[in-house]
């Protein structure tokens, strides 16, 4: 199955498309990369096999594959020989270290040995088996110059980088131009010899020996190209090397420290218990959301660290990177308080939306750019309520989490407008907000999309206000009644008028009226179809704060019995829907590389957070990760997609959204930590788990606290080793 392997932030990755037999480099452009061709193989006798990397030669009979936090692994087997290959990338990725893990370098290394005895029912002889291996790379644009004092190849080519158009309107399209990046990247040899155009050795195996592997190093360094706020910013690698001959001689000099870290890093990610599927989504949607990422500096010194959103490309969608939160609050919380400092320069007033009741309110952007310009919203629409209330609750978990609150106190007064601002988009007095409610569930039902009164929204005012009067009291700030009335009501309106027997209402408005077709500005009316469905969206706005151990007062007991009838409800093959209303009125708007509907519609990530939340309170749907899985798998090997967030409709692939499954290990565990109280507990969801407590991990050492527990006389124990 397709697979790709980038560099933090460098923009510079290998991708692999198997099943097509194309590799691609990535680079600055569109995904899946700049196609070209791996030549990694065998030549023995006239016969030249080849893993499916290009389209020389003949494939292996077998091939086999590998994914790591930190690799990517193909292998093939040739059963009338016994001589089996494996190829590796490998990046430097050391969470929490941003200077290790941008290094801009791929590693890739190929290794030949004979298996012992037979394979399968192919009969092998006991003569040796002489060949060359060989390890290469071609493209259509692409001139190598092998430079035999370095040792190195100068790879010489073209990239692209595309620049959106200064328009408003983009209800039907974002209209870029191309911009060509010159690259002169540095491929240094660690091993083998440099024969024409590819790496070779000779090799002579009798079974169940190994030869001498070919390796190189992928180097990239790049001038400014990612337009912050009007200017090209440098990457964030430069503040380390000052030309691409340093990185190379740091890609030799560091090769083994690159191993090694990969043996620590990837033991540490992958020590759970929780299965396979778990333990591929978690490399997977890793290698999915490095493939999205930009890290560069301003001239201000800032540093800007944004993530594309898969493949609609706009930089750090809010909502995409508060469905990524669990994976931030796990493994690398420095790069969600990067985006906290970002964010507040993207708000816009509140009158806009509310006329004169939002004078002096604020509401966050969707986006802050897109493609290679990170410089103003570009997404077709506003979500004002929702990206209001994700910052809030962002900037909350992140205090909360590390007790850090540099971002909170600088923009205080930033948060307390967003909240005046969710106040008074509830017009009618019930702590619903019923104005400025288009989401992020852009491919779904109106009621789900754009309903008035939505009670996913309403959870996560309820709760932005609840921990927002928390973070201006620690920020000295006073007048904090109309935000803890509209606490208190948004909690009695959900529980009073939102519950529905055995499952919370989708929106509490029963009409369509007076609400706007957010694609169209077309006003609606008349009756609101499948307003009181089953769906999975309740606790979305719970789940970060459940991880640092906010109560919002909503009844555990029904929002267990919610998820639980929810999930019954709405799954399929790969996972559960929005919700169980099918919708047979489709008159929304085709929109290609922004969205599209469809009838019944799923996305992975929003089962992800909700399987999250369901742990923290007992209910194990931890399961379901074994479709999300085979979704994975059924995409990606027909052509690569990467994460594929969507299934039953749309097309939102290569999205960095999947790595929400980082949450799954907190969860089963019940780990809930507040720094800033000091608060550490556990409450396992399984009488049989064994999972690390990423946050506390010291990568360098390649140590990491384990909690583990265990059935006795019918009720769960556990136990928490920290590391001494």
């Given at each position: 199955m397709g697979d790709s392997l980038t560099v933090l932030g460098s923009r510079i990755g290998i991708a692999w498309d198997p099943a097509n037999r194309q590799t691609y480099l990535v680079r600055h452009g569109q995904h899946p990369g700049i196609p070209i061709e791996l030549h990694a193989g065998v030549q023995i006798g006239s016969r030249v096999l080849t893993l499916p990397l290009s389209k020389e030669g003949d494939s292996f009979e077998f091939v086999d594959q590998e994914m790591t936090a930190t690799t990517m692994t193909l292998?093939?087997?040739?059963?009338?020989?016994?001589?089996?290959?494996?190829?590796?990338?490998?990046?430097?990725?050391?969470?929490?270290?941003?200077?290790?893990?941008?290094?801009?370098?791929?590693?890739?290394?190929?290794?030949?040995?004979?298996?012992?005895?037979?394979?399968?029912?192919?009969?092998?002889?006991?003569?040796?088996?002489?060949?060359?291996?060989?390890?290469?790379?071609?493209?259509?644009?692409?001139?190598?110059?092998?430079?035999?004092?370095?040792?190195?190849?100068?790879?010489?080519?073209?990239?692209?980088?595309?620049?959106?158009?200064?328009?408003?309107?983009?209800?039907?399209?974002?209209?870029?131009?191309?911009?060509?990046?010159?690259?002169?990247?540095?491929?240094?040899?660690?091993?083998?010899?440099?024969?024409?155009t590819r790496l070779t050795s000779i090799f002579s195996l009798g079974k169940a020996e190994a030869s001498t592997s070919l390796s190189l190093a992928w180097c990239a360094y790049d001038r400014p190209l990612l337009n912050v706020l009007g200017t090209n910013s440098p990457f964030k690698y430069t503040q380390t090397f000052s030309d691409i001959e340093q990185v190379a001689d740091w890609?030799?000099?560091?090769?083994?420290?690159?191993?090694?870290?990969?043996?620590?890093?990837?033991?540490?990610?992958?020590?759970?218990?929780?299965?396979?599927?778990?333990?591929?989504?978690?490399?997977?949607?890793?290698?999915?959301?490095?493939?999205?990422?930009?890290?560069?500096?301003?001239?201000?010194?800032?540093?800007?660290?944004?993530?594309?959103?898969?493949?609609?490309?706009?930089?750090?969608?809010?909502?995409?990177?508060?469905?990524?939160?669990?994976?931030?609050?796990?493994?690398?919380?420095?790069?969600?308080?990067?985006?906290?400092q970002e964010w507040p320069l993207f708000g816009k007033d509140g009158s806009r939306v509310l006329g004169e009741r939002g004078e002096g309110t604020l509401f966050l952007s969707h986006d802050m750019g897109v493609m290679g310009d990170s410089t103003k919203q570009y997404y077709h629409h506003e979500m004002e309520v929702e990206e209001s209330t994700n910052y809030i609750l962002l900037a909350y978990a992140h205090w909360r989490r590390t007790g850090k609150d540099d971002a909170i106190i600088q923009h205080a007064a930033f948060i307390r407008q967003l909240m005046d601002f969710i106040v008074r988009c509830d017009t009618t007095g019930n702590g619903i907000p019923d104005k400025g409610c288009a989401n992020t569930i852009d491919d779904a039902s109106p009621a789900i999309q754009y309903g008035s009164e939505q009670v996913y929204l309403g959870v996560k005012a309820l709760a932005a206000c609840q921990v927002g009067i928390e973070i201006l009291k620690h920020t000295n700030g006073t007048e904090l009644d109309p935000y803890e009335q509209f606490a208190r009501q948004a909690l009695a309106t959900i529980e009073s008028t939102g519950w529905l027997e055995d499952h919370y209402a989708v929106t509490l408005s029963r009409t369509m009226d007076g609400t706007t077709d957010p694609w169209t500005g077309e006003p609606k009316s008349g009756e609101l179809l499948g307003w009181d469905a089953y769906h999975i969206y309740t606790v979305n706005g719970l789940t970060l704060l459940d991880m640092v151990g906010h109560d919002t007062g909503l009844l555990k007991d029904r929002l267990v019995l919610d998820m639980k009838t929810g999930a019954e409800q709405t799954l399929g093959r790969y996972g559960c829907r929005h919700t169980s209303y099918i919708d047979t009125q489709d008159k929304s708007v085709f929109i290609p590389g922004l969205a599209s509907h469809s009838r019944k519609v799923g996305w992975i990530s929003m089962n992800m957070l909700r399987d999250i939340g369901a742990a923290y309170r007992g209910l194990d749907l931890l399961h379901l990760a074994g479709n999300y899985w085979s979704w994975q798998c059924t995409t990606n090997s027909q052509h690569i997609s990467m994460f594929f967030e969507t299934f039953y409709g749309n097309s939102l692939s290569f999205y960095p959204r999947g790595v929400a499954i980082f949450g799954y290990l907190d969860a089963a565990a019940g780990f809930v930590y507040d720094a800033v109280h000091s608060r550490k507990t556990f409450s396992p969801v399984r009488g049989s788990i064994q999972v690390p407590i990423l946050l506390f991990a010291d990568w360098k050492r390649g140590t990491v606290p384990q909690v583990s527990s265990s059935l006795a006389d019918g009720r769960i124990q556990y136990q928490y080793v920290e590391v001494e």
């Open positions: 292998g093939g087997i040739d059963p009338e020989t016994g001589i089996h290959i494996k190829l590796t990338a490998r990046i430097p990725f050391r969470p929490r270290d941003d200077e290790f893990s941008t290094v801009p370098v791929v590693y890739l290394e190929l290794e030949v040995d004979r298996l012992p005895s037979s394979f399968r029912w192919v009969a092998q002889h006991e003569e040796r088996v002489e060949g060359r291996l060989f390890l290469g790379v071609s493209g259509a644009g692409m001139d190598l110059h092998y430079e035999s004092e370095r040792n190195a190849i100068t790879a010489s080519y073209t990239s692209i980088i595309h620049r959106p158009y200064e328009e408003d309107d983009h209800s039907q399209a974002i209209r870029s131009r191309e911009e060509e990046v010159a690259c002169r990247d540095r491929i240094a040899v660690l091993s083998g010899q440099w024969e024409g890609a030799v000099q560091h090769e083994e420290e690159v191993k090694l870290n990969s043996d620590k890093v990837d033991q540490i990610i992958a020590g759970h218990s929780l299965g396979e599927p778990v333990s591929k989504l978690l490399a997977q949607t890793l290698h999915s959301w490095l493939m999205n990422t930009w890290w560069v500096v301003r001239d201000n010194g800032q540093d800007w660290f944004t993530v594309w959103e898969g493949n609609c490309y706009f930089h750090s969608t809010v909502d995409v990177e508060y469905t990524q939160a669990p994976f931030y609050l796990t493994l690398w919380p420095e790069l969600l308080e990067l985006q906290l």
